[in-house]
């Protein structure tokens, strides 16, 4: 069994910024790429900004400059920086990682944390 679990969501001003972290445990051997995903109310989830076991990033253009993915494949852990945030970021942030197995791949979610940007 794999469990990730996020931290580090809560309240922020709009132009603050705030860190994300989702560490990954259980019987893990390797994991392939890891990102951040988001809902808002109402809306389906969507990607935020994913990154691979190499390092390449991808992000949402609606977060491009500024937010920053980053993993420590040591610690199994994958950080979200987000800065100058804006209202329109305010969702449940979800972690995913994809794990080989064999010629498969399996993807494994986090619980979610919320994020709220307002003043």
């Known amino acids: 069994q794999v469990q990730l679990v996020e931290s580090g969501g809560g309240l922020v001003q709009p132009g603050g910024s705030l860190r994300l972290s989702c560490a990954a445990s259980?019987?893990?051997?390797?994991?392939?790429?890891m990102g951040w995903y988001r809902q808002a109310p109402g809306k389906e989830r969507e990607l935020v900004a994913t990154i691979t076991s190499g390092g390449n990033t991808k992000y949402a253009d609606s977060v491009k400059e500024r937010f920053t993915i980053s993993r420590d494949n040591a610690k199994n852990t994958v950080y979200l920086q987000m800065n100058s945030l804006k209202p329109e970021d305010t969702a449940v942030y979800y972690c995913?990682?994809?794990?080989?197995?064999?010629?498969?791949?399996?993807?494994?979610w986090g619980q979610g944390t919320q994020v709220t940007v307002s003043s």
């Open positions: 995913n990682a994809l794990l080989p197995s064999g010629v498969y791949e399996y993807e494994y």
């Open positions: 259980g019987s893990i051997f390797s994991i392939n790429a």
